[in-house]
């Protein structure tokens, strides 16, 4: 069969998406965090960007005989839509409304100056680390040269929870030292503060913090060195008949064993707390929900002025004027696609206010079940929308603060016929199992009976699953003899 070469006219549709949708939707998606990042760079790089800050003026106004601001700023606007219609700049929707002059002069008190602030020496703060504080540990002891050499060795290889997580071998071959003499030294880093660090394994860890309470020869450190597997099952009739002692005492020693801090290195790696700033509010006014976006610290864009009046003026060269277009096409864009995000967020929350009011009055009991479909249909906008939209977004509610994905989640059935919201049924089974006789905790099955004379039909493969969920163990880890 010869090969032949044709030429062919074929109609085809296909969606290519632009560098400003694509910012569009990059922009959608970005967490309230992510954002101002990405506003910040734009305003080091486009010069066209402004961050105008607005000042409220506390002067008293007559309202009677203020100016509109449309009038007050329809002369700047028109230049600018000149400006923009020129270039083709016009097809933005409601572009102008961003290219508003500001004063840029700000308050200055003249009673108020850098010597009225506090030295940074009282304001600023850092917290010792593990490794820190063990290195600071070393520089006080007696230790040789060659053992501070081993002994750092060791420190710099044991992990934020305190454990040496490098054989003693490599830490030989590398400081060159005898492999008795780095054991040697091991067993010194480990009398150091926090009791029970550089342990090789949680037995060892839980041995040293006994031996640093003058009971290594104690039950609890028998049952920690010989009977691990048989306490983590809490088999303590097995350790008693081996150890023969009465199964009492096997119990207090367990107590006294769960008093130990099985991650001593902890208390120094706890990282600074992370605060979550909602993107959005719902509050109750009256007998409505009444929403509205939080927009403290993101920046107040705009449009300079000097750029625009560069424009119309007239007085740039032909490359600058270029420049200057470019600019001022991403950062209109840039501005509407911020806009819009802030209104997508503000039309899917008023619509899960609207699924969800019964929540919002009486809690989590009240939660409906609730689908991505449900919100896209009834603001006419597409899944994929609204999942960018609730991802990483928070919302503060009379119920506390709620990341916007938390409304959405399936259905259980119910003998009634209905369905209930699953965050509604973990949250039930949450309070099932905080009330339960803690020697007789429910298993998943009777749990399942509970749920089923409320009305909710549940398997206990679910049940399983939603406590695994919650972080809950079985009912035998959740057995307490004592």
């Known amino acids: 069969m010869a090969l032949e070469l044709r030429q062919q006219l074929k109609l085809s549709q296909q969606l290519v998406m632009t560098p400003q949708l694509q910012q569009a939707i990059k922009l959608l998606q970005l967490s309230r965090v992510e954002l101002e990042e990405v506003v910040n760079q734009e305003l080091e790089e486009n010069p066209v960007l402004e961050d105008s800050p607005i000042v409220e003026d506390l002067k008293l106004v007559d309202t009677d005989k203020s100016p509109e601001p449309e009038t007050a700023l329809a002369s700047e606007i028109e230049k600018t839509q000149e400006v923009a219609e020129a270039d083709g700049l016009a097809q933005i929707d409601d572009w102008q409304t961003y290219l508003q002059g500001f004063s840029q002069g700000g308050g200055h008190s003249e009673n108020y100056s850098d010597d009225d602030h506090p030295s940074y020496e009282n304001i600023l703060t850092s917290q010792a680390s593990l490794c820190t504080h063990l290195m600071w540990q070393l520089n006080m002891s007696p230790f040789d040269e060659e053992s501070k050499q081993i002994a750092a060795a060791i420190i710099g290889n044991i992990d934020d929870d305190g ?6 071998e490599y830490i030989a071959e590398q400081t060159g030292a005898d492999y008795t003499r780095v054991e040697d030294v091991l067993l010194e880093v480990q009398k150091f503060d926090p009791p029970g660090v550089a342990a090789r394994n949680l037995s060892e860890c839980l041995l040293l913090q006994l031996r640093n309470l003058d009971m290594g020869d104690s039950l609890a450190a028998r049952i920690v060195g010989n009977f691990s597997k048989e306490l983590e099952s809490r088999r303590y009739h097995v350790i008693a008949k081996q150890c023969r002692v009465h199964v009492e005492e096997v119990f207090k020693a367990a107590q006294l064993l769960a008093t130990l801090d099985p991650y001593p290195g902890s208390q120094y790696a706890k990282s600074d707390v992370q605060y979550i700033t909602p993107d959005i509010f719902v509050h109750k006014v009256g ?3 009444v929403v509205s976006l939080n ?22 060269d032909a490359k600058t004027n270029e420049y200057i277009h470019e600019k001022m096409r991403g950062a209109l864009w840039l501005i509407k696609s911020i806009h819009q995000r802030q209104r997508t967020i503000e039309k899917v929350t008023k619509s899960i206010v609207k699924f969800q009011r019964e929540f919002f009055e009486h809690g989590i009991a009240y939660l ?23 991802t990483n977004k928070y919302v503060q509610t009379p119920q506390g603060l709620l990341e916007l994905k938390y409304f959405f ?11 209930i919201a699953s965050e509604s ?3 039930r089974i949450e309070e ?3 009330e339960e006789n803690v020697k007789k905790p429910y298993s998943d099955q009777k749990i399942v009976n509970m749920l089923h004379d409320e009305g909710i039909d549940i398997a206990r493969r679910t049940v399983t699953k939603y406590r695994e969920m919650l972080g809950i163990g079985s009912s035998t880890a959740r057995k307490r003899f004592f």
């Open 163 to 168: 454990y040496l997580v490098t054989e003693l």
């Open 287 to 289: 007998e409505d929900y």
């Open 295 to 316: 927009d403290d610290g993101l920046a107040n864009l705009r449009i300079s002025s000097y750029y625009s009046n560069a424009l119309s003026g007239k007085t740039v």
């Open 368 to 390: 409906k079940p609730l689908v991505l479909r449900d919100v896209a249909d009834d603001i006419e906008m597409h899944e994929s929308t609204i999942s960018r939209v609730t």
């Open 409 to 419: 989640n399936s259905g259980i059935g119910t003998t009634g016929g209905d369905s």
């Open 425 to 427: 049924v973990k949250s």
């Open 432 to 434: 099932i199992i905080a």
